[in-house]
């Protein structure tokens, strides 16, 4: 319930980037591309162990856990290129990530006993109650691989969500989506935000959706932090302006 | 232990290896430019085996479709080599239109085509079996002509013999891996297979007629392989087709352990499987035939670049 | 009818077998796992029920105990479970083509290991595997129970929560990890159920065939098995079932033509010698053309919908 504090020091991508997400918060992350934001979303989610430094989560130390490990802790993530099960339906795709808020194991769910079948019950749903969230609802058996890449990226976080998480981070979660979408988008963020009580964490290049929405900004630039504030004192940092002068936004 | 014993041990195990190398060479240098692990390799080697067989003019033997045919030449062992891994060559190339090109066009995983090569390797080995039998055969016994049947690399009064034939396969693994060195990174050919390795993609947007050059690749992997198919024959004698196979599944064993890819790699992993087995315990003789493979085993989960491979970093 | 039953008693309990061991090679596959060790397993099997036959409980008389084949079964069951759990523990921390070759290398140590020790009869290997029935029709007996229940287990596996994971380490390892799916413990438990089935099959094969040695659950067992699984399907249970059953029957009805006569001799001789090859070259073209086998998700979804649809 507490804040998330990460310091890692390089990996070649990420050097000695530090800073504390707190609660509630929708933090955003940009940056030219190849700055290491993603790779910084990778540090958190445990896909890479950080050279050095630590990731703290609600006051425990969580650098190095798995990935599995990180997500049954409560943080959840979207992909920059989306990373669906492609052929499965997008039910299937949300009730996957049900996996750690559930138990039933191999032989219970072999034999269909009744407490593996409820379990199965709620699981959908869930995930059907999620793709709802998203405006998903109505294509539930549709392979995943077949929605259009807006579509995917929504489903993509209706499935985060399902991990039930504290902490979402969001990967350029409005690419490759039109202004309208992007403002549902915004919207989307900000209803989940408040109705299930999240901690955002946000890299976007589009900067105005950045602005809107988020409490919070920081900008790396060759994998280290060179702004930390508000939106508005970010927009003026000289030294912001200077990162993006060869990249727009 | 004596001395000598040792270098006798050692020089056997050399020269194994070095049978395992020739192989393995030209295994390894599919992998580096396709990333694919091409297990007709076996077969290759069986085909380049039998082919040199038949262009000495010897004959097949009792089963098989083709029992007692015997093709009307009577080729000098030499001559007969070149030809017989000049075929095994067109056949490397066969498979690779048929069978790996319509992988490559759609993008397979290269786990398809390993088990796409699986499957080839064991239909060619059955048709060999098919059409000349499972017997073995071998060699005209002096097919170098004036060369001693061994050479002594005694020292001190104690004879340390190794064949000629051995010696003649280490001189032409060592001669064969200088070669594709050389290819490999200085010349212009060699530049453009590397370029393909990297990136087929890339290397066509460059202008570099990727296409050729997997051809090349193909020609000269097969050829190495009916060579190295021969030089085998030639030693051990051909025990029949499945040994194509035997060989394919120890190769695999040496390509791992020098590194997927790398061309020396394929040489020292020879080597050291060669000498391992010459080591092995005299009461632990019949096991021999598995230290490749527990080799292979250990490599894979203690470092499955193997010896000379650097490690491979996984983009996410 | 019986004298069908008897004249192809063996072939018809052979392609159950078959398509029971397919599904071994079925469900690491679920998972994106090529495992080609089921051979291994299955060597395991047939061994320990051979050697328990022949040395433990000897039969002096008459038929073998079928309980005591169905002990056999769960002692094979148990043993490849432990070894499952050694060889795969380890084993599969490795991806793709790596894991392949680390079963690949499994089965030929096992193979030769098993030439060499004389408690597997060396060279020579296991005679005279005492009969628990009279016929070998009656192998069905156990064999059709034994497949029903794997098709059952499987296809309950492929609904249920342990089974999606497996799905979706298939489809993006690295997501379903960050979804919370523990790849190692999923992979090592298909590798595990892998293990029981290709152990249990083997048991009762050793029985079967009256005979075990290192000639059996080799290399090339590994490469039908894939044949099975990749022409009959690899996305659904069904697949390798009927890629089992079909497959091995095959070269039968193959033969059956060739014996038909009016053949040139050496067609002949191809259709019955050329098993094989003609595996070899199904499996080449099935990854070109058929990547998920013929029988597929959506191959069962059309006939689901004829069989329900049209009266």
Redesign the interface.
């Known amino acids: 319930m507490e804040t998330l504090t990460c310091r890692f020091g390089g990996v070649v991508a990420v050097s000695a980037v530090s800073f504390a997400v707190g609660q509630g918060e929708v933090f955003g992350l940009i940056g030219p591309n190849g700055a290491g934001k ?1 790779t910084l979303f ?1 540090l958190v ?4 162990t950080p050279t050095a430094g630590r990731l703290r989560y609600q006051g425990h130390d969580i650098t190095g856990l ?3 490990r990180i ?2 802790l409560g943080i ?2 979207t ?1 920059q290129n989306v ?6 339906s997008a039910l ?1 795709n949300v ?3 049900r ?2 808020r ?1 138990h ?3 032989m219970s ?4 006993l009744p407490s ?1 079948r409820a ?2 019950h709620v ?1 959908r749903q869930r995930a059907m109650d999620l793709l709802d969230l998203v405006g998903l609802a109505d294509r539930p058996d549709e392979q995943a691989r077949n929605f259009s890449y807006g579509d995917q990226r929504r489903l993509e976080i209706a ?2 969500l ?2 039930e998480p504290q902490l979402l981070l969001l990967d350029e979660p409005a690419a490759g989506m039109n202004t309208g979408e992007k403002r549902a988008l915004s919207e989307l963020i900000r209803g989940v935000r408040t109705r299930l009580e999240l901690t955002i964490l946000l890299i976007e290049h589009h900067v105005p959706l950045v602005m809107d929405l988020c409490d919070r900004i920081a900008v790396l630039n060759f994998g280290q932090l060179i702004a930390l504030g508000p939106p508005a004192a970010v927009r003026k940092n000289p030294a912001v302006i200077e990162a993006y002068l060869g990249d727009e936004a | 232990m004596n001395a000598s014993l040792l270098v006798q041990q050692v020089l056997n195990g050399l020269a194994i290896g070095s049978v395992y190398a020739i192989f393995a060479l030209g295994y390894t240098l599919i992998f580096s430019i396709l990333r694919i692990i091409n297990f007709t390799h076996g077969a290759i080697f069986t085909l380049g085996a039998y082919a040199t067989y038949a262009l000495t003019g010897a004959s097949f033997g009792f089963n098989g479709l083709l029992a007692n045919a015997a093709l009307p030449l009577h080729l000098p062992f030499g001559l007969a080599l070149v030809g017989g891994s000049l075929f095994a060559a067109l056949c490397g190339v066969i498979v690779e239109r048929l069978a790996f090109r319509p992988l490559r066009t759609r993008g397979a995983d290269p786990l398809l085509t390993l088990v796409s090569s699986l499957g080839v390797a064991v239909a060619l080995v059955n048709v060999i079996q098919y059409l000349f039998g499972a017997e073995a055969y071998s060699y005209p016994a002096d097919p170098f002509g004036q060369l001693p049947m061994a050479v002594n690399f005694g020292f001190g009064g104690q004879a340390i013999l190794v064949r000629t034939v051995q010696v003649i396969i280490f001189a032409v693994s060592m001669v064969v891996l200088a070669a594709l060195t050389v290819l490999m990174n200085a010349t212009r050919t060699g530049k453009a297979l590397r370029a393909v390795a990297e990136d087929t993609v890339t290397a066509s947007l460059l202008g570099i007629d990727t296409d050729r050059l997997i051809l090349l690749t193909f020609v000269i992997s097969g050829f190495l392989g009916g060579v190295s198919g021969t030089l085998v024959g030639l030693s051990v004698g051909i025990a029949g087709p499945y040994f194509g196979i035997a060989f394919g599944l120890k190769g695999l064993a040496v390509i791992v352990l020098g590194g997927l890819g790398d061309i020396p790699g394929a040489v020292v992993g020879g080597l050291v499987i060669g000498l391992v087995e010459s080591f092995v315990p005299s009461q632990y003789i019949a096991y021999r035939e598995a230290v490749p493979f527990a080799l292979l085993f250990v490599v894979l989960l203690l470092r499955p670049q193997g010896l000379l491979g650097r490690a491979v970093v996984q983009k ?1 | 009818m019986p004298a069908f039953l008897s004249a192809y008693d063996f072939l018809l309990v052979s392609m159950v077998l078959a398509a029971v061991l397919a599904l071994s090679l079925y469900v690491p596959l679920m998972a994106g796992q090529l495992s080609l060790a089921s051979p291994g397993f299955y060597a395991l099997g047939g061994y320990i029920a051979a050697i328990m036959s022949t040395r433990v409980f000897p039969v002096t008389g008459g038929l073998y105990s079928v309980w005591l084949v169905l002990l056999e079964m769960v002692v094979a069951a148990l043993a490849s479970a432990i070894l499952g759990l050694i060889v795969g523990v380890p084993a599969l921390r490795l991806r793709g083509i790596f894991l392949a070759l680390a079963t690949i290398a499994f089965v030929e140590i096992l193979r030769v290991v098993a030439l060499n020790l004389t408690v597997t009869g060396g060279a020579i290997g296991i005679f005279g595997v005492p009969q628990p029935f009279g016929t070998q029709i009656q192998y069905m007996w156990v064999g059709l129970p034994l497949l029903g229940l794997c098709m059952l ?1 499987v296809a ?2 492929e ?7 497996l ?2 380490l298939r ?2 390892e ?10 190692t413990r999923y992979k090592v ?1 298909a590798f595990t ?1 892998s293990a029981i089935i290709a152990g249990v099959v083997g048991a009762i094969s050793a029985h079967f065939i009256n005979t075990w040695n290192s000639r059996q659950g080799t290399f090339d067992t590994g490469v039908s098995l894939m044949a099975f699984v990749l022409i009959g399907g690899s ?1 659904t249970f069904v697949g390798p079932v009927v890629g089992g059953l079909v497959l091995t029957a095959l070269p039968e009805v193959l033969r059956g033509l060739a014996d038909l006569g009016g053949l040139p001799a050496w067609f002949a001789q191809f259709l019955r010698d050329g098993r094989l090859i003609i595996f070899g070259v199904l499996i080449a073209l099935g990854t070109v053309f058929f990547p998920h086998g013929l029988i597929t998700p959506a191959v069962l979804r059309r006939f689901a919908r004829r069989g329900g649809g049209k009266p």
Do not use: K, Q, W, Y
Not at chain 1, 83 to 88: I, K, S, V
Not at chain 3, 159 to 165: M, Q
């Open positions: 993603t990778n989610t445990g896909l890479t798995p990935p599995h997500a049954a959840a993530r992909f990373r669906l099960f492609g052929e499965l299937d009730m996957i990530a996996h750690v559930t039933s194991g191999l769910g072999v034999l269909g593996a379990e199965e699981t499935r985060a399902a991990l | 996410v | 287990f309950r596996l609904r249920c929560r342990a089974g999606r994971a799905v979706a489809e993006d690295l997501a379903a990890d960050a979804m919370g799916v523990n790849p438990l159920v996305r």
